[in-house]
């Protein structure tokens, strides 16, 4: 390694951003040349005087007054309420369906016929494929669902009654419950 090939890689030293046989070249290179070790402990100087600066922290009208002096006009960056909300929507149905799924699975188990379970009894190499079976039907649903869900909210979102969005949604919500605790209730035989 060179003068000039140590120079280009003493900032990769100093930010131990090289690979092990760079490591090994440039180390040695330092080590052996007197104008690299210079540069480098320079160099090592100023990084550590600049990680040992504090932050500076700028106003809260700092973006806006360099925006309205370079002429420009300052927006800042605002999420529309729609998206929040179906964000919102979205991870609340995704937390439903992960219940679900966790409240099926006991239910599944038990309903299994006694004849799957003693083929998974005595073929344990069936379990697997038979859980992912499960597992992507499960999926595949929710996936549905989700998108049914998701083209109702874009009609919810559409217009801008926000009182009927509320009092539909909320109906939505309660037809969800209703279906999963009729559907999702363990059965128990006596």
Same mark, same amino acid.
């Given at each position: 390694m060179n003068c000039h090939q140590a120079y280009e890689a003493l900032q990769g030293l100093i930010d131990n951003s090289l690979n092990k046989k760079e490591l090994v070249e440039i180390k040695t290179h330092v080590r052996n040349c007197p104008a690299c070790k210079a540069e480098y402990r320079a160099l090592k100087m100023v990084a550590e005087g600049l990680d040992r600066m504090p932050l500076y922290e700028t106003s809260p009208g700092f973006n806006k007054e360099v925006f309205r002096r370079l002429g420009l006009e300052y927006k800042p960056q605002r999420r529309p309420a729609w998206q929040s909300l179906a964000m919102a929507a979205g991870l609340s149905l995704s937390v439903f369906w992960l219940t679900a799924l966790a409240a099926a699975l006991p239910t599944l188990l038990m309903g299994a016929k006694a004849?799957? %379970?003693?083929?998974? %009894? &005595? &073929?344990?190499?069936?379990?697997l494929p038979s859980f992912q079976s499960a597992i992507l039907k499960s999926g595949l649903a929710a996936y549905q669902t989700l998108g049914f869900a998701a083209k109702v909210a874009g009609w919810l979102l559409k217009s801008s009654a926000l009182p009927t969005q509320m009092a539909v949604a909320g109906l939505l919500a309660l037809v969800l419950v209703f279906i999963t605790m009729r559907f999702f209730r363990p059965q128990t035989s006596l």
């Open positions: 004849y799957k %379970l003693t083929q998974w %009894l &005595h &073929h344990p190499e069936l379990i």
